[in-house]
């Protein structure tokens, strides 16, 4: 995928791909669920949000030593409360993406998401009983290593503005696997910590491509000027899941693996 030498993945349209056998022959999904693994979410969010795109200061991001060399960690005060998932490369072992899923605070089931506070919402979620069971989608970043085309490298998602080329007959790599494959990511933590409805701030491009997956989130606000267009939106997950199975068997298959999460 990364690069064009994993030729055997020569695409067609996903619709008529086994996606849940050809994206793990490459990569492998996987909970950052010990510290040495949440560090390299962190490492890659640094490189994804401030070295690559520059969407946040390094000055602010602090530096550890490993290994006896500085490295330096994006983070914020969501991520104590926070689910995170990584995609490894399982050839090269690289970290090829990372999305996290911010938990309702049990302390204070009205504590604020990151979408609230950077967007005027037209609908907020008020109901304390939805909100025990929200979650804002966020931090969703890959790796420049995986992405290749002109458009791609100053987008979170690597994702360029025309997503319907990714079904052109001589792709060849699985970007838009990536993003798939990151939702599964999304899904196992929705399961794991019983969320049922999703908060998400995305590109709109993104969010055109993931229509063609059938992932298909209402927007609640105004496109918000954030390091270029964003959109605030919610999903209702038993709603998303049904839909995407109607629209794109294959990419439901992988999403839920194989309904397991489903």
């Known amino acids: 995928m990364t690069n064009g030498k994993d030729g055997a993945l020569a695409a067609a349209d996903p619709r008529q791909v086994d996606l849940h056998r050809v994206f793990y022959r490459y990569f ?20 994804v949000y401030c070295v690559e795109t520059g969407f946040e200061r390094a000055e602010d991001c602090p530096e550890v030593i490993e290994n006896g060399r500085p490295v330096n960690l994006e983070t914020d005060e969501y991520d104590a409360r926070s689910a995170h998932y990584l995609v490894r490369h399982r050839r090269t072992g ?10 309702p605070d049990p302390a204070d089931i009205m504590a604020s ?7 005027p919402l037209d609908e907020p979620v008020t109901d304390p009983a939805v909100r025990r069971h929200l979650a804002e989608i966020s931090r969703f ?21 025309e997503p319907e080329v990714y079904f052109a007959p001589d792709e060849r790599r699985l970007l838009p696997h990536m993003t798939v494959g990151l939702f599964a990511g999304i899904v196992r933590m929705t399961r794991a910590h019983d969320i049922t409805h999703w908060y ?8 055109r491509l993931l229509r063609l ?3 298909r989130f209402l927007p609640i606000g105004p496109d918000v000027d954030y390091h270029g ?14 839909m995407i199975r ?6 439901w298959e992988l999403i839920t693996d194989r309904g397991r999460y489903a």
């Open 113 to 119: 998401y990151p979408i609230e506070k950077h967007c």
């Open 94 to 103: 690289l970290y090829a993406a990372t999305v996290r899923l911010v938990l």
């Open 200 to 207: 998400a701030v995305m590109e709109p491009a993104l969010l």
């Open 28 to 47: 492998d999904i996987l909970p950052a669920d010990s510290e040495a693994l949440r560090r390299e979410v962190y490492k890659l969010r640094f490189q």
């Open 141 to 161: 970043a890959v790796s420049k290593e995986f992405k290749r085309r002109r458009g791609e490298q100053k987008t979170l998602a690597g994702i360029g503005p």
């Open 246 to 251: 109607k629209v794109n068997r294959p990419v």
């Open 229 to 242: 267009l964003r959109r605030p939106c919610l999903a209702e997950v038993d709603k998303v899941l049904p």
């Open 213 to 215: 997956f059938g992932i």
